[in-house]
C-alpha cells in the first residue's frame, strides 16, 4: 500500500506531527502525537487532557486576578447589616468586643459604614469619621494597601508582585510580595483561589516576625446568581504605634444581604 504520508511509519507506532499541527506546551506531557487518521484525534485528545490535569495552562497570575476581579464587579452594589467580633492579644486574650453596624458598597471605590453612632466614608485611603454631633474626622491610611483603584480583587495585582505557584482544576495559588511602600510589615501574602468560579477564597499572611502569623478566610452566598462574599473570619496583626504589631482574631459577618439595588452616590459623598 502506497504510504500517503511518506515522512511517517505507516504502522503509526512512531512518526513526526506535521509541523502545522504540532502541539504547543510541553512537548513531555503529551508523550508523542502520531498522525493516521481517527488514532491522530484520541491520542491528541489524551494529550490534552494530560496537559490539564498537569496545570499547564501558560496564563498569567494578572490574567487570573482579572477574571477574580470581573466576577466580583458583577456586584455594582451592596447593603447589608454587618457585626465585627474581634479580640487583640500579645501574650494572652485582652478580651473579645463586638460592634454592630450597616455597611454599604457602590462599585468600584465607594463603601459607607455605620458603627454604632458613627458613620464612616472611605475613598482610596481616606477614611473620613462623621460622630453624633456631627464632627468630622479625616484619617489616612499608611503603610497600607493602595487603594486608589477602589475595594476589590484587582487590589492584588496593583499592591503585589505576583507569581504563580499552582495552577490546576482543583487549586490556584498565588504569591504576592508587597510592592514599595504597601504593607511595610508584611513579607508575603498567599492568595487560594477557587478554579471553579474564581473566588479568591482564603489568604496567609507572612510577617517578618515568625512569632505572628495570619490567615483570613472569605464567606460567600449566592444572591441573585452571584457569589457576593458576606464575611471573613481569621487571625492577623495590626500595627498600633511606632512599627509595633499585635495580633488579632476575628468574624466580620453580614446579613440582610442586597445587591443591584441601584444605591445612589449621595449615600457616599464622604465631604472631605
Not at 494530560?50 to 470581573?70: C, D, F, H, L, S
Not at 471553579?196 to 472569605?218: A, C, H, M, Q
Request: proline share 6%; with cysteine; hydrophobic share 40%.
Amino acid at each position: 500500500m502506497l504510504n500517503k504520508f511518506p515522512h511517517q511509519n505507516p504502522t503509526c507506532s512512531s512518526g513526526v506531527l506535521d509541523p502545522a499541527l504540532r502541539l504547543q506546551g510541553n512537548p513531555t506531557a503529551s508523550g508523542g502525537v502520531f498522525w493516521c487518521g481517527n488514532k491522530f484525534i484520541i491520542v491528541f485528545l489524551v494529550a490534552c487532557q494530560v496537559q490539564a490535569a498537569a496545570g499547564i495552562i501558560n496564563r498569567t497570575p494578572a490574567e487570573i486576578v482579572e477574571k477574580v476581579t470581573g466576577n466580583f464587579l458583577k456586584i455594582k452594589d451592596a447593603s447589608a447589616e454587618i457585626a465585627l467580633e474581634y479580640d487583640t492579644y500579645i501574650f494572652s486574650c485582652a478580651g473579645k468586643k463586638r460592634l454592630i453596624g450597616k455597611g454599604q458598597y457602590k462599585a468600584p471605590d465607594k463603601l459607607q459604614g455605620t458603627i454604632e453612632t458613627d458613620t464612616y466614608f472611605t475613598r482610596g485611603n481616606k477614611i473620613s469619621k462623621l460622630d453624633k454631633n456631627n464632627k468630622r474626622y479625616c484619617v489616612t491610611l499608611l503603610n497600607a494597601p493602595d487603594f486608589s483603584l477602589g475595594y476589590h480583587p484587582g487590589l492584588m495585582a496593583n499592591n503585589f508582585f505576583l507569581k504563580l505557584l499552582k495552577d490546576n482544576p482543583e487549586e490556584i495559588v498565588i504569591e504576592g510580595t508587597p510592592k514599595p511602600r504597601v504593607l511595610k510589615n508584611v513579607k508575603k501574602i498567599i492568595f487560594y483561589i477557587d478554579p471553579k468560579e474564581y473566588l479568591l477564597r482564603k489568604l496567609d499572611v507572612i510577617f517578618p516576625n515568625p512569632l505572628l502569623s495570619g490567615t483570613i478566610y472569605i464567606d460567600y452566598e449566592k444572591i441573585k446568581g452571584l457569589w457576593v462574599p458576606v464575611g471573613c473570619h481569621g487571625k492577623s496583626a495590626v500595627e498600633v504605634r511606632s512599627s509595633i504589631l499585635i495580633g488579632v482574631g476575628f468574624k466580620l459577618a453580614s446579613t440582610n444581604m442586597k445587591i443591584n439595588t441601584g444605591l445612589p452616590d449621595k449615600l457616599f459623598d464622604p465631604g472631605f
